[in-house]
């Protein structure tokens, strides 16, 4: 079990993203439908709203750790903004991924706000593991900036701050800031597979951008 735990605390988000969240066995005969999804994803907003400045108080059992990591595209920025905020563009960069779930899209004041649940199904011991991210994404485009705020199982929270550079010769700085807020028991665990998950991701999206892909 503790193994199994671990495998799940691994981020898997292909936006930035992504940190899994076991529900049990899949049932391709019983999916859950985009009104469960919907609720599923309020209830746990309505609980911890995803993100909490609030650093975890001490002897809460809980901790938070930062990284940044950024990559450089050879993409003007607006096409690298445009392609790489789009988390359905994120759906095959990695291989766990499978679909993305829309609960709401709204703008307001410039700032365009998509609430939605990442699905991925993740092959363990001969079955699959069903994951469910519950996200919110808010996009800034005048700022080429977004931020993905993240809420999964077991008690996992990750805040994302995306930043787009315009450099020399037509060239895309991506820079994401991360902050992982998870039990002290897995917290190394779930920055260090953090980390390596985006940059799998940026390396994907990379390679997608400047082939034309996207």
């Known amino acids: 079990m503790k193994k199994l735990l671990r495998l799940l605390a691994t981020p898997l988000f292909a936006a930035a993203l992504v940190l899994t969240a076991f529900s049990g066995p899949a049932r391709a005969d019983v999916p859950e439908s985009d009104a469960e999804l919907a609720v599923e994803w309020q209830a746990a907003w309505d609980t911890h709203r995803f993100y909490d400045s609030t650093p975890p108080l001490p002897g809460s059992g809980r901790s938070r750790e930062k990284a940044r990591i950024s990559i450089e595209i050879d993409a003007p920025v607006e096409r690298v903004f445009t392609a790489y905020s789009d988390i359905n563009h994120h759906i095959g960069m990695h291989s766990f991924l499978k679909r993305v779930v829309t609960h709401d899209d709204r703008s307001q004041g410039g700032t365009r706000t998509i609430d939605f649940t990442a ?21 800034d485009h005048a700022g080429l900036m977004y931020e993905t705020d993240t809420w999964s199982l077991p008690g996992v929270v990750t805040h994302q701050k995306i930043l787009f550079k315009e450099r020399a010769n037509g060239k895309t700085e991506v820079i994401e800031r991360l902050t992982f807020d998870a039990d002290t028991s897995l917290i190394d665990f779930v920055v260090t597979n953090g980390v ?19």
């Open 196 to 214: 390596a998950s985006h940059e799998q991701t940026q390396a994907a999206l990379k390679q997608a951008i400047e082939s034309g892909e996207l």
């Open 119 to 139: 699905i991925e199904e993740i092959p363990y011991e001969g079955t699959i593991v069903t994951s469910k991210t519950h996200a919110q994404q808010r996009i």
